[in-house]
């Protein structure tokens, strides 16, 4: 029996089974911010803080890239990498060796990339080869820590991980407009500088930083002249909720190309969380925020219709992550950087609750006769 939203409920349910490792994880690393802002936090684990990077960016954002990746697919064994990327986030929390979930890590991120072998040998394209390259970097990530290195090192290839599968992700969708074949090579170079400047940063830290803050920067220039938001910035509600966000992500993440090009190596203090937060909240949850209401219902089949209540965690996530970064990190100024962290997670929280309301109201109403049900019918493949 199928579903009214077109999928199966075994499948329907096993998918939103997978989603769970990946909440638990975005929950966790929030509690470890908390932690990391000196503020009280519901769980004080002691390894909270130290596996906060990894939470986030592995168990959380690479969970949800492998779960839409192997709802593109369709075959199987692709649900492997989701399952073991949501496995190894949380074992990462308990009191087992932190080994199993690094080997856990390292497991689901190469099940990813021979997801992007399998896309590869139905079709080429610079999108998909830029995505798979962000899949060598996550790969490459978790190999790195499992031998012993610090987080704070291997930021590069995290960064690089989810820079490249996003950029690769609007690659694809420009396809709405022309983008020339020049434009594409231009691109892929862009993607290739971006990989190699992280894998420099190992070797030649220095060199490495300059070659991946113009790298990022190059990238950014690019998105900013051929992605569709600028074009979609003047229309009205759902359009013009993801060309702002899209636009504001950009803005960060060419905030983050200027301090890799300026200052250079980033390992802590208050420029490494500017760098940390500009990426990974700025650019990568602003992300995310923007194709919720796409990716919810092409994923899980179920619906999430625009409301212009998701807009207003979007505009306190910037706001306060620019009081945070700009003031407290820029400036030196603890009180705003405390302030502008504790508002970061409140925005976070409050997309994904409002997220959650709409898509459970939505799912209540008929879905014969109503928008939303007709969106859940037609919701794009990732």
């Not at 490792?21 to 932690?35: N, T």
């Not at 002249?225 to 993801?242: C, I, K, N, P, Y």
Request: charged share 10%; proline share 6%; with cysteine.
């Amino acid at each position: 029996m199928t579903a009214p939203g077109g999928l199966r409920p075994q499948r329907r349910t096993r998918r939103g089974l997978l989603m769970l490792p990946a909440a638990f994880a975005l929950l966790s690393g929030l509690d470890a911010a908390l932690m990391l802002l000196g503020l009280p936090s519901p769980v004080t684990a002691r390894r909270l803080p130290e596996v906060h990077g990894a939470l986030l960016v592995l168990g959380f954002a690479g969970t949800l890239v492998a779960l839409e990746r192997a709802v593109a697919l369709r075959s199987r064994w692709a649900y492997l990498s989701p399952a073991l990327l949501g496995a190894g986030a949380v074992l990462l929390v308990t009191p087992l060796p932190k080994r199993a979930g690094q080997l856990l890590f390292v497991g689901g991120t190469a099940v990813l990339l021979a997801l992007y072998a399998r896309f590869w040998r139905r079709q080429r394209s610079a999108a998909l080869l830029t995505q798979a390259a962000g899949a060598v970097a996550a790969l490459g990530a978790a190999l790195l820590w499992l031998g012993g290195m610090d987080i704070p090192l291997l930021l590069p290839w995290f960064a690089g991980f989810l820079v490249l599968t996003i950029a690769g992700e609007r690659l694809e969708l420009s396809r709405v407009t022309v983008v020339s074949p020049r434009a594409e090579h231009v691109f892929l170079g862009c993607a290739g500088a971006l990989l190699a400047g992280a894998a420099t940063t190992l070797l030649w830290p220095a060199a490495g930083s300059l070659l991946l803050g113009a790298a990022v920067l190059a990238l950014v220039g690019w998105l900013a002249e051929h992605d569709v938001a600028r074009r979609l910035l003047r229309s009205s509600g759902q359009s013009r909720f993801t060309a702002a966000c899209l636009l504001a992500g950009y803005a960060w993440l060419a905030l983050a190309g200027v301090l890799w090009l300026v200052i250079g190596p980033i390992t802590g203090g208050r420029y490494y969380d500017a760098l940390v937060h500009a990426v990974f909240l700025g650019f990568v949850m602003s992300m995310i925020m923007a194709h919720a209401p796409v990716i919810l219902p092409a994923v899980l089949r179920r619906p999430l219709p625009y409301h212009p209540l998701l807009a207003l965690p979007a505009w306190l996530l910037h706001t306060s992550l620019a009081l945070r970064v700009l003031i407290g990190d820029l400036r030196d100024i603890e009180w705003a950087w405390r302030l502008g962290g504790a508002l970061n997670i409140a925005a976070v929280l409050w997309f994904v609750i409002a997220a959650a309301s709409l898509s459970a109201a939505a799912s209540r109403r008929p879905s014969g006769g109503t928008a939303a049900g007709r969106a859940v019918r037609k919701a794009p493949a990732p």
